[in-house]
């Protein structure tokens, strides 16, 4: 059974939250079309950060936004709805996301590492980092870090595009460091060790940086540590959600993984790949 567990349905109005079931059913509609059985809502959660703060939640907003899905759900029957929430997390946050999400019906809760303290994934912030003269070993090894303290905390159901610093190799054209094996195999090591989940992210698929998330190899090698993986499209918009797919089950397959994460009330449970 196939699933798509990262969808942004984006229903922000002026930079507030904005509840009307009609705008996600075109997402359900899409989900009929490519045969995807469980849809995961995942809408950004409060973004601390200073300037790195769109569209995402107000935590005011939560009750809203749960609602609606709790809504949608009674109107689904032929696609379970899951109410998700993606969580920027970053180095000393446990405590914070632990107090805000306690109490909340949420199916899961996604983590994604999307900035650091000296790093922003815009032009701006990449070229500060640069001008700034930190080596991209440094970047790679904070990020990673990053990552596991995240896995360490038990807060998340699965790591979203769990190689997102990639993006600054990627524009700045600076090739990636090379103890990013090392890196990675150490952050395999941690998700093992503490039964986390991973996403196979295809949003870059659809744009110029053509690239899964994380890369083929990087899959084989969590699937080695006995790591289990969800599948997400990072859809934005109805038309993108199951993005990629053939090829996405096809890395997953190659690397041996039979079954597919999914998620009911933060318990994990499990799909057999098609």
């Not at 899905?69 to 180095?91: A, C, N, Y």
């Not at 904070?142 to 524009?171: C, N, V």
Request: with cysteine.
């Amino acid at each position: 059974m196939l699933v798509d567990y990262h969808v942004h349905p984006n229903t922000f109005l002026n930079g507030n939250y904005h509840s009307d079931i009609e705008l996600l059913k075109p997402f359900l509609d899409a989900c009929k079309l490519k045969g995807i059985r469980e849809l995961g809502f995942a809408e950004h959660g409060p973004r601390p950060h200073p300037t790195y703060n769109h569209t995402a939640l107000k935590p005011e907003e939560l009750e809203s936004y749960l609602q609606t899905l709790q809504h949608l759900q009674k109107e689904s029957p032929d696609i379970q709805v899951k109410i998700g929430i993606e969580i920027d997390f970053e180095p000393g946050s446990g405590e914070y996301w632990t107090s805000l999400l306690a109490g909340h019906p949420f199916d899961f809760v996604a983590c994604s590492v999307h900035y650091l303290p000296d790093w922003l994934p815009t032009s701006q912030g990449m070229a500060a980092y640069i001008q700034s003269g930190k080596s991209i070993e440094l970047l790679y090894s904070e990020f990673y870090r990053t990552l596991q303290e995240a896995a360490r905390t038990g807060i998340f159901s699965f790591m979203a595009h769990p190689d997102l610093i990639k993006i600054h190799s990627l524009l700045n054209q600076i090739p990636e460091p090379e103890n990013l094996p090392e890196l990675w195999e150490n952050t395999c090591k941690t998700m093992a060790e503490e039964n986390q989940c991973l996403e196979l992210d295809t949003g870059w698929k659809r744009g110029n940086l053509n690239c899964f998330r994380p890369e083929p190899w990087m899959v084989t090698v969590a699937a080695q540590y006995g790591i289990e993986f969800t599948l997400g499209s990072d859809a934005h918009q109805a038309q993108d959600i199951g993005s990629d797919y053939p090829e996405a089950l096809s890395i997953l397959k190659k690397s041996g993984i039979s079954q597919l994460a999914g998620f009911s009330r933060m318990k994990r449970i499990y799909h057999p790949l098609d």
